[in-house]
Structure formats: structure tokens, C-alpha cells
């Protein structure tokens, strides 16, 4: 076939379900060159309305559900496309057991209004326990039937009805079993409010996708027509910093295409099966991670058209309770007819019922010849209603097929148990992976990247709009037009907005609720809460911190707050310690190490004294560290001895860089050095926590409302001192006002991004203070293995002699100039058993990241046999990296105090003044660890910040005669 590399366009959409056709439409409305490219003969994804009987019926999605804040409601309403069911859902359910007996209606309603009670009035007791859905439904179930409103009903009827209301819940999840569900999908789903079952006259789902066609021309629709089957292969995306086109897209026909931006939106079932061939380079762990926990199931419909309705209209829904004697009695190759729980009619044809089927034998059912599945459907309907009624053979049958179409695999998604165990997310799913200089390459929507609507059909139409926006935003901003310039859409107003959900926001957000405050938003650029806080669980109980290591310090409220929920361990561990090591084999004695690691302690703590001194000092504190070391070694060191003190003393060297998150120590300053304050008895102390360092986040979140927590969503502007407003305007189109807004994104984001960010520029002293405050970069590789070969040693601390890697070079195609730039490597105490931990500094960072993973654990594994001479050292069996210079929504590590600072006189002090109106009102905050004067770089200084600004707000409220309770 042939291959189309002529044209280069903006975004092509991949895939045309409902999230696809939002995105394109979208795009093509505001101007952008969109190819959308969809490998199936049709259009509408797994919306799949087909003429049948009489009028059209749903395959897949079927009615729209909830008419608040739903995308879907809010496009149709005003051209009467959709009308109640008027069904009751689980009140108007009647049913029905294997021996053809009808339950009483008393009876019905008794056990539906059980089944209610839990799905709504207890899903708050089901959705905060860590068990299962069906773990915890079954013991609230059983809680239930002992109270006296189910006092007389029948045990078989109480087991049966349980039975068959697993097999509901598990096509309301698409689950194979309730146990595979996770309780919290009752907290983390999102209803919407109103009817929850409109149907769409007969004229089916896709009325909702021509609705969004007709703001498309006949050259957009002919566009799509032209390219349909077109399924796509590979994605290739390569991060050019010199050219806008980044993506190449390679479709089955041969066919090839090339875009700045790229908008996958194929089910998560696709994803599941092709993503390691699909995407070159590989997609980031934890998007991987997303997409293999993430759960995605079966959920399938038989329709049976009759030449005249057989049952009564009072019978909408109709429920099959299996007996157990009646169960044995099915043969092996009918076993599958025992998860077909129900049948319902189909709105808008009278004579069409609808059954419904889920899980294993859903997918069994996909491989039968529709000539015994009708058989079946027949033996069914004669099993439980043959008694009440005449029922006559089908005229027609017609069945969806979810799973084994190769272009779904799947029906919708939910959350597993496992997605819990890994930490996957839909909102990583749609993090877009974005280039070097923040630009959005791949993109993702549909409804398993819905956080809250997810197994929607608005959840999907959401996703497509959001990543559409996004991208639009960024060509605006890229082409330097401020949003508020030209933005039109309605402002969500609120009392406070907090940007950046780290320790810091979240310290902030905490506080307001605390002080029965709830009229806020937090919104944060990253899929998940914590910043530079990341804890990645690798097993029941251990887990590796991709961010903060440790608390600092036991008197600070932060170590407080942790302690006061039993977070935190006994145990205590350190850094830089264990056999030193050079490069060709040399270890240096511990007496020596111990000494020189004194005098350069010693010559630090001097430095200390400076800023509270009169003493000039204009010297970095490298400058003054090697100046000090050289006096000392001239008048106490043997000569011969001088250049291994001087390498040891490069060590420190290193050690300070990675400690400090700076470049070269030549960067800080000395003046300034004293600055630094511990906070804590033990001032060293290297504290851990029993399940990682994000169940403090986990604990932060608690009590703070789920809707005021805004992720994936990016501020892209903030425009103050606007007649007493704050406007915040984020990349996917949504926009806030706000009395008061506390920034609390990373020092390294205010960096890149203040001078675009802010309308107009901030303060001059706010400026001069983000640009002196240094903050630089600093990386973690943790390398597991089988066991701990090193036995008692607490590490592994590098030398170099004359920093050659020619040895490790010949070995590796790629340069390893990278691990010049570790300190060592520390045995970990608390964490992963049988786990080195190495430590970057410096431009060691940049040049790893283009380096994947598997090669990095084959170079640090050679690095380690050179240095320990250990000739049949094992390899590791998994290696972790962070990636923090990178991230767009961090850009670095943590702060310092440069020169800069002490030449400027600002610092984190100075960042941290609230910018205030003429009347006195503090607008802009900033918080967050670069914002603390003497606990700067750590934890505990960002959750003082956020406290700090948080009441500083709440004060100036108060002070106005504002009462919390009516705000």
C-alpha cells in the first residue's frame, strides 16, 4: 500500500467511539489539521445502534444515565431526543425463580429495597473498607437480614437473591465476580443526578454522536468516510526538540502518517493487548502500570424480536433467581445460561426483549452459533416463566460480541482489587506523555481515562473534549496568546483556589476543612496527590520512594502529624556509610574515611556560623570547603597521602551536590549556609514509614471533599489584582475565580513558567526570589536482586581516580557517562528487602533519561563487579528509577540557597510574603518547601507553608466578620 508522508498535521485522533468523534469535532471546529483514523468498517466505537424488530436497538450503550453534569444529557436536552424508561431500576424489578414461581410483589420490593439500601444508603460502609465489593456487600447484606424488616423471609430466597444480585453488580462493573471489584469503585464512581435511565425513542445511542457530527462540515464528514479502516499499528514518537513533528503513525494498510500530536482513544482492552508493540519507545512505567491494572470485563445483551408481545408491561424488569437443584440439573454445555440473571424490554419496541449476560460465560456465549444461543434463550424463558405463559419461538436474535471483536476486548472498565494492590489510575492512563519542553506528543481519552464517569459514555465524551482542549491550549500558548485574552467560557467561582497538590496544597486544603471550611479547590497539573511525595508498592508490604526518603527531624508538626496516626516506623536509617570504594578496585581504610568525613563535617559547621556573624564571606561553599581542606591536609597529612584524602574529599563533593539538589556546591552559598535549621531532637534522623511515605498523603486527603480535589488539570495562567479577583485559566479550558489563590507547584515549575504564568508579572521581589532560590536536580535507582549478596555491609560509596569509563564504555554502546555522577550506593533498611539504593547527582540526571531501564541495570551491575571485585556478582531482578528532572510538573528536586540569594537578598522568606490587594486582601500565596526560611528542601517545611498561608487566609476572613459556617 502506499504511504502518505507528504502532510503534517496538528493531532490525529485514533479511533471514532464517542471520545474520538468528541476530539475530533472539536478540534476540526477551532481550525486544526485533525486526521482521524478508525480500523473498523463504522463509526460510534462500542455506541452500536442497529435497525432490529421495528426501530433501532443498542448493542452497547443503551441509555443515557443522569442528567447533571452529564455531557451527554446536556447536548440533547434541547431537541427532545431522550425520555424516561419509566423504569424504577432495582424498585421495579419482578422475580422470578427456576421453578416458574413469581415472588409475591411484596416480596420483590422487599428484597429489591435490600439490594437499594446497600447500593446507596450503604455505600459509604462498603466504599471505606480496603475487602472487596462482594466481601463487604455480604456482610452488609447479612447485617440487614437480621433486622426486623426481613424477619420471615426465607433463607433460599435470601441466598438467591444475593446470587442474583452478584451477577447485577457485575454488569453494572463489567466484573467476572464481585470479588475482583474493589469496595472504593462506591467512593470513586460518580453518578450523576436525575433519571438514570432515559432512552432515546427508539432512535438509539447514536443520536448523541450525530449531534456532535452536525457541527462538523461535509469536508470534515468526508474525512472520516475516507478513513475508516484504517487500524493503526504503531505509534512512533520521538522527542525532537528542533521540530514540531514528534509522532509517526503506522496503520495495517501500510500507510503512514505524521503529526505534532497524537489522541489514542481505543478501549482499554486494546490497550491491554498491544501496548508493548504498539508504542515505540515504550510508554512510562506507571502508564504501564495503568493499563495491566486497570480491569476491563465482559458485559453482553441478547435481543429476542417476537411477532407479539407475550408478557406483561408491568414487566420491565424481570430478575431470574436460580435454585440450586435446578442448576445441577443443567447439562455442561448449558452451563453458561445460568448467568443470563434477566431480561428487560427494550424501550420504543414492544415486542423486543432484551437479556443480559456477563463475565466467563458472557464471553463463552460470543463463540456459541446464534442457533443454540436461541435455542438457550428458549429454554431459559420456558424454565422460569413456561408456567405463567404462552411464550412463542423468537422471529429474530441478534447479540453483542464485546470481547472477542479484536478492536474492544472488552465491554467497559472497573476497579479491580488489583488496581488498589498497584496503584494504577485512570488519571496516570490519561496523563499525556509529554516532550522535552512540556509539549503533549501522545495523548489518551476515553472512558477508562475518566476518573469519576469512567464506564460512561459521557465519561468518554468528557475525555475527548478534555484532551482536545488541552492540546488547543497549548498551540495558544505556544503561539504566546494569554489565555484570558481570549477565553469565553463561564468561570467556576470560588472562595479559594490552591494550586499544586503536594504536601503543601494538601497542608493548606487540610487546614480550611479543618476550620469547617469547604468553599475551595485544589488543583493539581499530575494524575495523582503527592508531588514529590510517590511511594510505589512492589508487594503486600513493601514499597520504593520514588520521592521524599525519610522525615527529618522529630519535632516538627509534619513528623507530629505522622506519629499521631502510628504512620511511622522505629526503625532509623542513614546514608553514605559502608566500604569505600575506587574505581580500580582500591578500598580505602574506615579510619581514614571516618577522619577526613570529620574535618569535612567540622569545616561545614563553621561555615554554619557565618549568617548569624558579621564575617564577610564571599566564597561558595565549594570554594570554602576545598580552601579549608587544603590548609588542613598541608599542615596534618602525610604527602603521600594527600591526593586519597582529596579523592575521598571528592566524594563529599558529590554527596553535597545530591543532598542539596544542586548542580555543582560551587552554586550555594556559604554566607547563607547556616540558614538551614533540622527542626527535630535527633537532628539527623532518617525516618520511615510502616507503608510508605504517601500513606501520610492518603491520611492528608481524609475529610477533604472528593470534588475539591481537581487532577490532571494544569494551571496554565493566573490573573491577579483584578478588581479583588484572582482568574485561574488551566490547559484543558476550565478557569476559576477565586478571592485568594495559594500557588504551591514546585519551585522548578514557578521557574520555567512564572513569567508566562502570571498577569501581570509578579512583584519584582517575588521574581528575584524565584530566580535566585536555586533548585536543581537529583535522582534515585534502586536495584533489587534475589538476595543480599553484601551481607552486613551498609554500602557502597564511588571514587574515581581520574573519572575513566573507557573500561565501562567498551562494554556499552551508550555512554555510562551517568554513574560518574553517583555518590554510592546505601543498603536499604526499611523498604524492599535485598534493595541498593543509588543516588545522583548533578548532569548525571539528563543523561540517564535517555538511557532504558534494562541497560541501566546492566551498567550499575558491571559497575558494581569493577569496584567490589566481586566476579560473579548477581544481577539485579528489577531496577526503579525517579525522574524527576523531567517531569514537567516538578522540573528538579528541591531548593537551595544559592549566591544568587545571598547577593539579592531574597529567599524562600521573601517568596513566601503574601501579595495583597489595595484593601489589604492576601490574592496570591505561594507555599511549599521553597517557600520555608529555615526548612527549606524538606517535607516538613512545605506542610508548614501550606498551614502557614492556609491561615493567614482564614485570619483575614475572620477579621472581616465572615462566619466560616456561611461561606
Not at 424488530?53 to 441509555?63: F, N, R, V, Y
Not at 452529564?70 to 419509566?86: Q, T
Not at 436460580?322 to 427494550?346: A, H, V
Not at 522568606?909 to 529555615?934: D, N, Q, R, W
Request: include cysteine.
Amino acid at each position: 500500500m502506499s504511504t502518505d508522508n507528504s502532510e503534517v498535521y496538528d493531532v490525529i485522533v485514533i479511533g471514532l467511539g464517542p471520545a474520538g468523534i468528541a476530539a475530533f469535532t472539536k478540534l476540526y471546529k477551532n481550525g486544526l489539521k485533525v486526521l482521524p483514523l478508525e480500523a473498523g468498517n463504522r463509526m460510534g466505537g462500542r455506541v452500536n445502534s442497529v435497525p432490529f424488530g421495528d426501530a433501532i436497538i443498542d448493542l452497547g450503550a443503551e441509555w443515557c444515565h443522569g442528567e447533571e453534569n452529564n455531557v451527554v444529557f446536556e447536548m440533547v436536552k434541547d431537541y427532545n431526543h431522550v425520555e424516561s424508561s419509566g423504569m424504577a431500576g432495582l424498585n421495579d424489578v419482578t422475580f422470578v425463580d427456576s421453578a416458574g414461581s413469581l415472588l409475591s410483589k411484596e416480596m420483590s420490593e422487599k428484597m429489591s429495597l435490600l439490594c437499594c439500601d446497600i447500593t446507596y444508603d450503604g455505600r459509604e460502609r462498603v466504599a471505606t473498607n480496603s475487602e472487596s465489593l462482594g466481601d463487604n456487600f455480604i456482610a452488609v447484606y447479612n447485617d440487614l437480614l437480621n433486622t426486623e424488616n426481613y424477619i420471615g423471609v426465607p433463607r433460599s430466597i435470601m441466598d438467591q437473591t444475593l446470587e442474583w444480585f452478584h451477577k447485577f453488580e457485575n454488569s453494572l462493573e463489567a466484573s467476572d465476580t464481585w470479588f475482583d471489584t474493589a469496595g472504593s469503585t462506591y467512593s470513586e464512581y460518580w453518578e450523576c443526578e436525575g433519571d438514570h435511565l432515559l432512552h432515546w425513542k427508539g432512535k438509539g445511542y447514536k443520536t448523541v454522536l450525530d449531534v456532535m457530527l452536525k457541527t462538523v462540515p461535509d469536508s470534515g464528514l468526508a474525512l472520516i468516510k475516507n478513513h475508516l479502516n484504517k487500524e493503526v499499528t504503531k505509534i512512533e514518537y520521538q522527542d525532537h526538540n528542533e521540530s514540531d513533528v514528534v509522532v509517526k503513525v503506522k496503520c495495517k494498510d501500510g500507510s503512514e502518517y505524521l503529526t505534532k500530536h497524537v489522541i489514542v482513544t481505543v478501549s482499554l482492552g486494546v490497550l491491554k493487548e498491544r501496548y508493548t508493540t504498539m508504542f515505540t519507545p515504550p510508554l512510562p512505567s506507571e502508564k504501564i502500570n495503568s493499563i495491566r491494572h486497570l480491569a476491563i470485563g465482559t458485559v453482553n445483551k441478547i435481543f429476542l424480536h417476537f411477532d407479539k408481545r407475550w408478557w406483561p408491561k408491568n414487566m420491565k424488569w424481570t430478575g431470574f433467581l436460580w435454585r440450586e437443584e435446578d442448576k445441577s440439573k443443567m447439562s455442561t454445555d448449558d452451563q453458561w445460561l445460568c448467568d443470563i440473571f434477566g431480561f428487560n424490554s427494550n424501550d420504543g419496541q414492544p415486542n423486543v426483549l432484551c437479556l443480559w449476560i456477563t463475565g466467563a460465560t458472557s464471553r463463552s456465549m460470543e463463540t456459541l452459533p446464534i442457533e443454540e444461543v436461541l435455542k438457550g434463550c428458549c429454554k431459559i424463558l420456558n424454565l422460569f416463566l413456561g408456567k405463567e405463559f404462552e411464550i412463542p419461538t423468537p422471529v429474530n436474535i441478534i447479540r453483542s460480541m464485546w470481547y472477542s471483536n479484536p478492536l474492544f476486548r472488552g465491554s467497559y472498565t472497573f476497579r479491580s482489587m488489583d488496581t488498589e494492590k498497584y496503584d494504577a489510575s485512570s488519571a496516570t492512563l490519561a496523563a499525556p506523555v509529554l516532550s522535552q519542553n512540556g509539549t503533549p506528543i501522545v495523548c489518551f481519552a476515553g472512558e477508562s481515562t475518566s476518573t469519576h464517569y469512567y464506564s460512561t459514555v459521557h465519561g468518554a465524551i468528557e475525555s475527548g473534549f478534555r484532551e482536545s482542549q488541552m492540546i488547543i491550549e497549548h498551540i495558544k500558548a505556544k503561539n504566546e496568546v494569554p489565555i484570558h485574552l481570549n477565553y469565553t467560557g463561564k468561570m467556576i467561582s470560588k472562595k479559594v483556589v490552591i494550586v499544586g497538590g503536594g504536601v503543601a496544597g494538601l497542608a493548606a486544603a487540610k487546614t480550611f476543612i479543618d476550620r469547617g471550611f469547604t468553599d475551595m479547590v485544589l488543583v493539581e497539573a499530575s494524575e495523582r496527590l503527592g508531588g514529590r511525595i510517590h511511594s510505589i508498592r512492589i508487594s503486600d508490604d513493601e514499597y520504593i520512594e520514588m520521592g521524599a526518603q525519610w522525615i527529618h527531624g522529630d519535632s516538627n508538626k509534619f513528623t507530629q502529624f505522622a506519629k499521631e496516626h502510628n504512620l511511622i516506623t522505629n526503625l532509623h536509617s542513614n546514608e553514605g556509610e559502608g566500604r569505600f570504594l575506587r574505581d580500580d578496585g582500591y578500598e580505602y581504610s574506615p579510619d581514614m574515611v571516618k577522619r577526613i568525613s570529620g574535618v569535612v563535617a567540622n569545616i561545614l559547621e563553621e561555615c554554619e556560623s557565618f549568617y548569624a556573624s558579621d564575617k564577610e564571606c564571599d566564597f561558595s561553599l565549594g570554594e570554602y570547603l576545598r580552601l579549608e581542606f587544603e590548609k588542613y591536609t598541608e599542615k596534618n597529612v602525610e604527602a603521600s597521602e594527600v591526593g586519597l584524602w582529596n579523592e575521598i574529599l571528592n566524594w563529599h563533593i558529590r554527596f553535597q551536590c545530591v543532598d542539596n539538589a544542586c548542580t555543582s556546591i560551587d552554586n550555594l552559598s556559604a554566607k547563607l549556609w547556616g540558614i538551614y535549621d533540622f527542626d527535630g531532637g535527633n537532628s539527623q534522623s532518617h525516618t520511615s514509614f510502616k507503608r510508605g511515605f504517601s500513606s501520610v498523603i492518603d491520611k492528608m486527603v481524609e475529610g477533604i471533599p472528593q470534588r475539591a480535589l481537581v487532577l490532571s488539570t494544569t494551571v496554565k495562567e493566573v490573573k491577579w489584582n483584578n478588581n479583588g479577583k484572582v482568574n485561574v485559566y488551566c490547559l484543558n479550558g476550565e478557569a476559576y475565580e477565586a478571592d485568594h489563590v495559594i500557588i504551591s507547584v514546585p519551585l522548578g515549575v514557578l521557574k520555567k513558567n512564572h513569567k508566562k504564568m502570571f498577569h501581570p508579572k509578579l512583584p519584582q521581589n517575588h521574581t528575584t526570589a524565584i530566580e535566585s532560590i536555586g533548585f536543581g536536580p537529583i535522582g534515585k535507582v534502586f536495584l533489587e536482586f534475589a538476595t543480599s549478596w553484601w551481607g552486613d555491609c551498609k554500602g557502597f560509596q564511588l571514587t574515581w581516580a581520574q573519572l575513566e569509563l573507557d573500561k565501562l564504555k567498551t562494554t556499552f554502546k551508550k555512554s555510562v557517562d551517568w554513574v560518574k555522577y553517583l555518590s554510592g550506593f546505601d543498603v536499604l533498611t526499611v523498604g524492599p528487602r535485598h534493595t541498593l539504593l543509588g543516588w545522583i547527582s548533578s548532569e548525571g540526571n539528563e543523561i540517564l533519561r535517555e538511557i532504558p531501564d534494562a541497560m541501566v541495570s546492566e551498567q550499575c551491575h558491571e559497575l558494581l563487579k569493577r569496584f567490589t571485585g566481586i566476579k560473579n556478582l548477581p544481577k539485579p531482578i528489577n531496577v526503579y528509577r525517579s525522574t524527576w528532572v523531567i517531569n514537567p510538573n516538578i522540573n528538579g528536586g528541591f531548593s537551595n540557597l544559592s549566591r544568587e540569594c545571598d547577593k539579592t537578598k531574597t529567599g524562600p522568606k521573601t517568596l513566601s510574603e503574601p501579595i495583597v490587594s489595595s484593601t489589604g486582601k492576601p490574592e496570591l500565596l505561594f507555599a511549599g518547601e521553597a517557600c520555608h526560611p529555615t526548612f527549606f528542601s524538606t517535607v516538613h517545611g512545605a506542610f508548614e507553608t501550606g498551614i502557614q498561608q492556609a491561615e493567614t487566609v482564614c485570619q483575614f476572613i475572620e477579621s472581616n466578620g465572615h462566619n466560616w459556617s456561611k461561606l
